[in-house]
């Protein structure tokens, strides 16, 4: 089948879940276009034939949303979406697609809609869709406006693929709940407790960092600056997919903002977390939440000392706690392989789509 997968190129985890589960596709005989923008599309068209288009960004500063400035950022590209949106439609015409699967990646999504092709939605946003969670009453305008946005950014999909960590009842027939997907490169990867702590940030952290310092005795990797130096007790790193990693199996913990994808593969590594949601990001909040309530890390509300002193002494205790997380999922080779969510797709595909397409006529 001709397949067109259109991925958000917002952080890293969109692209690291398409290369894995594309590849899959492709392993299975389907023919796949690459449609995503920044990193989405600097990690995949090296690996898959790809159309790059404009997208959608979320500027922050100091782990916190900048409203004002992700709107204004977005406006201003409105020429270059428009743009994209005639290429994209010339793929389509040139292509043909049998199918379009979308991680979080509107235009692809609303054009599957408009020529009345099935359509796939394969990410972890959908889970605050269709599944039914908790959420404390303090976050109930941000879940709100949430899934407005989920619901205004992916039309409704025939079929909802959805990752996630924490497991809740689906609200329909047609979402399917999948384990947390991880790269390939996770297998491969023996994870040991060293004596670093690994520290992710977007945009900036300051006031994190300032935090940090004030921990002399310990050790603290920090990824988020791309620039190589040392002070004090602090190194920084440029980014690198095999320097992180490396860096990520060799840590005591994880110190981060609260991306899926990385308490994903930090809870396969066993390695308790200090997550500080981004301000003004609910998804980041219920990731914090649901990995307290799971008891491998801290939902910081934030960073200053006490908070910090808290999570290091209960490192150990996370620790224990992550020996046993999902019955022997954790450091399981097998576990990247991703089979279920591999043999769904399977299902639906085969036959030409018949169960795909069963789906698509019932909407």
Request: glycine fraction near 6%; aromatic fraction near 10%; proline fraction near 5%.
């Amino acid at each position: 089948m001709r397949i067109i997968y259109g991925v958000s190129g917002e952080g890293s985890g969109h692209s690291s879940r398409a290369r894995a589960m594309a590849s899959h596709l492709r392993d299975q005989g389907h023919e796949v276009r690459i449609v995503s923008y920044d990193r989405g599309y600097r990690t995949l068209h090296t690996h898959f034939e790809s159309l790059e288009i404009s997208g959608l960004h979320i500027i922050s500063s100091d782990n916190k949303v900048s409203m004002p400035r992700t709107v204004f950022t977005n406006l201003r590209r409105l020429p270059e979406f428009r743009r994209s949106v005639r290429r994209l439609k010339q793929l389509f015409d040139e292509f043909h697609p049998d199918i379009v699967i979308t991680d979080f990646e509107p235009m692809t999504a609303y054009l599957a809609r408009s020529r009345k092709l099935p359509l796939i939605s394969l990410d972890n946003q959908h889970r605050m869709r269709y599944m039914h969670y908790d959420s404390p009453p303090r976050l109930r305008l941000d879940r709100w406006v949430t899934e407005m946005v989920i619901r205004l950014m992916v039309p409704t999909p025939d079929v909802a693929l959805a990752s996630t960590f924490f497991q809740g009842k689906v609200k329909n027939d047609r979402t399917f709940l999948f384990p947390p997907i991880l790269r390939a490169e996770m297998g491969e990867l023996t994870p040991v407790s060293g004596e670093h702590h690994l520290v992710y940030v977007t945009s900036g952290y300051d006031t994190l960092i300032d935090v940090l310092k004030r921990f002399a005795d310990e050790r603290f990797v920090i990824y988020g600056y791309n620039r190589e130096a040392v002070d004090g007790n602090l190194q920084y790193r440029e980014f690198s997919t095999e320097g992180f990693l490396a860096d990520l199996a060799g840590c005591r913990s994880v110190i981060a903002t609260a991306g899926f994808t990385l308490i994903s593969e930090a809870m396969y590594l066993q390695k308790p977390y200090l997550a500080f949601p981004m301000h003004g990001q609910f998804e980041q909040q219920l990731n914090g939440l649901c990995l307290e309530e799971l008891g491998y890390g801290m939902n910081a509300r934030a960073a200053d000392y006490p908070t910090l002193n808290g999570f290091l002494d209960s490192v150990p205790r996370f620790a224990d706690a992550l020996q046993h997380y999902a019955d022997g999922f954790s450091n399981n080779p097998q576990a990247c392989q991703n089979l279920a969510i591999r043999e769904r797709l399977d299902t639906l595909l085969a036959n030409e789509g018949a169960v795909l397409r069963e789906f698509h006529q019932r909407r």
